[in-house]
């Protein structure tokens, strides 16, 4: 499996429909077993078995996790911190961000900011103390912006969007 930010040298192997209804039973539920993945995708569970594992093996499928309810987990406030760096320092900034409490997602972007990260704080006090002290310490982040998240919607895995989870080829 390919390590997140290095670039995989051999290009993805296409998926077909069975690969992609593999990866909507999984996204709905990580913990099905391959049996009920075979029934459900109409193939042996030796081919159901191998197709997870050649899934897993190029780096599809990245790991699996259990979905948590954030306040219910003692962190009640929540939020996405936009940051400007330093040109050409993502990833220091990023090994930085990663060893942060709450740290949930970082993401390098373009547009008025380079790096989107969300954090799930137990409160607003810890929140401003990560920000203040630990993110604006970095030396490469040279201003932040603290967006406050009021509500949010966990989007169901398998649910599917308007339009293909996943492009056919």
Excluded: C
Aim: no cysteine; charged share 25%; net charge negative.
């Amino acid at each position: 499996m390919a390590d997140e930010g290095t670039e995989r040298t051999v290009p993805p192997r296409p998926l077909d429909s069975t690969d992609r209804d593999i990866l909507r039973i999984l996204q709905a539920d990580g913990r099905a077993s391959i049996r009920s993945v075979a029934e459900r995708v109409h193939v042996s569970r030796a081919n159901a078995y191998a197709r997870i594992n050649r899934l897993i093996d190029d780096g599809v499928i990245r790991g699996f996790s259990a979905r948590v309810d954030q306040e219910r987990a003692g962190q009640g406030a929540s939020a996405y911190i936009t940051l400007k760096i330093v040109q050409n320092s993502w990833r220091t900034v990023r090994e930085q961000l990663q060893e942060l409490p709450g740290a949930t997602h970082i993401a390098l972007v373009s547009g008025d900011f380079d790096v989107l990260l969300l954090v799930h704080t137990p409160d607003n006090r810890s929140l401003r103390e990560l920000v203040l002290t630990r993110i604006q310490s970095i030396p490469e982040v040279l201003s932040t912006r603290t967006l406050l998240v009021f509500e949010e919607t966990d989007l169901a895995p398998g649910t599917p969007p308007p339009g293909p989870l996943i492009a056919p080829p």
